[in-house]
């Protein structure tokens, strides 16, 4: 393969996969960037040969252009040194696997370069969904979804003519609560929450798994992604997280995508596109164990309909979901607030948010900030005995 990669997040779950894919691939990896883990970095440098390493924890960049002086690899400091090396680096491909808001400026800068980017960072969508997009047309660029689920309905969609759509059926695995009230989940651990039955991912994204938030940001996102109102995307259960998602035609036939659940699937199909190759993952066993699907319970998870709420309203919602929840999920894993104070605290933030129908990348960045502080206060509060 004579294809150029760049790779943001490198160090992530899902930055790993992806350079797991390339070199079993035999892609060319010209860019790595990570926040500040620079044991995994040194790794990377010594194993894939990058031209750039972009880090931005600026104390953590010094530390590993010692560590690697010896390599022909240059160290980028600081996060703007990221935005500015991946929309000058020399690659067909760039994969945005960062976690969180920070990866919607390299997002813009990767489609404002006009290059193919792979997007594994929904909040990129979240965020700025109209800008997003209106940059890649602008600039000719192209977006592949990286997400399994958006894979799977960017795979479906090539069976029909988006006028022919009736609706995409998102599918989610029900987290490890599934099954539980409300009331029950008020006392969860960590531990238990971060017990995923089927993937294996990061903390953060693990948590929104488990409160469904995950599946609300999917749903903003394949709103932009796909060019389709909130009201045609569905949401399925799937313990068995084989369906990925699923594209339902006028015609009321359904065109799934199914695999074994592993993120290499994806990474590969952004990376080949729009041709296959041989599988770096296992071959799926349809008779191991049945199928089944069942609607959500949106009483026990909130912080489903709360997405869909932000989605049907717009503007700056999305952009206060993604960061309160954002921080109290991180306050959650702190272990300062319990499992349900995580939808509490989104959303009273939700609900003091003044809104702006068509906010720039200033209002969002702004929106973003005041959303966290807002979130991070709430905690004082005695939010827990119910003051939402």
């Given at each position: 393969?004579?294809?150029?990669?760049?790779?943001?997040?490198?160090?992530?779950?899902?930055?790993?996969?992806?350079?797991?894919?390339?070199?079993?691939?035999?892609?060319?990896?010209?860019?790595?960037a990570a926040k500040s883990n620079i044991r995994l970095l040194e790794e990377q440098i010594r194993r894939f040969k990058p031209g750039v390493c972009a880090v931005e924890d600026e104390a953590a960049a010094s530390l590993l252009a010692v560590a690697v002086a010896d390599t022909d690899t240059k160290i980028v400091p600081g996060y703007d040194g990221m935005c500015e090396s991946v929309a000058e680096c020399d690659a067909d491909l760039v994969y945005n696997a960062v976690s969180g808001k920070n990866g919607l400026l390299p997002t813009l800068a990767v489609l404002g370069a006009g290059k193919t980017l792979a997007l594994a960072n929904k909040e990129s969508m979240v965020l700025a969904g109209k800008i997003v997009n209106r940059t890649a047309k602008e600039n000719g660029a192209m977006i592949l979804p990286v997400d399994s689920e958006h894979c799977a309905i960017f795979q479906c969609l090539k069976n029909g003519r988006k006028s022919e759509v009736k609706r995409i059926i998102l599918t989610c695995s029900g987290g490890p609560f599934f099954g539980r009230s409300f009331e029950e989940l008020e006392g969860v651990t960590v531990a238990a929450t971060l017990d995923h039955p089927t993937w294996s991912m990061g903390r953060k994204i693990t948590v929104d798994s488990a409160t469904l938030a995950n599946k609300g940001l999917e749903i903003i996102e394949a709103m932009h992604l796909f060019g389709v109102g909130c009201d045609m995307i569905k949401v399925l259960i799937h313990r068995q997280s084989v369906v990925h998602s699923m594209v339902e035609y006028i015609d009321n036939s359904v065109i799934a995508q199914l695999s074994v659940p592993d993120m290499r699937l994806p990474g590969q199909y952004a990376l080949t596109y729009p041709e296959r190759s041989t599988a770096v993952i296992p071959e799926l066993d349809l008779t191991a164990a049945p199928l089944t699907f069942c609607e959500p319970d949106v009483k026990a998870f909130p912080m489903l309909s709360l997405a869909r709420h932000c989605a049907k309203e717009g503007g700056l919602l999305p952009c206060a979901y993604n960061a309160a929840n954002e921080a109290a999920v991180d306050m959650y894993l702190r272990g300062q607030i319990g499992f349900n104070d995580i939808y509490r605290i989104t959303e009273k933030t939700v609900q003091k948010t003044n809104n702006v129908a068509d906010p720039d990348i200033g209002e969002i960045l702004e929106c973003d900030k005041l959303a966290r502080c807002a979130a991070y206060s709430y905690k004082e509060t005695s939010i827990s005995d119910g003051d939402t």
């Open positions: 393969m004579n294809k150029k990669i760049a790779v943001l997040g490198s160090t992530g779950s899902v930055g790993t996969q992806v350079l797991d894919v390339c070199e079993k691939l035999g892609a060319r990896v010209t860019l790595i």
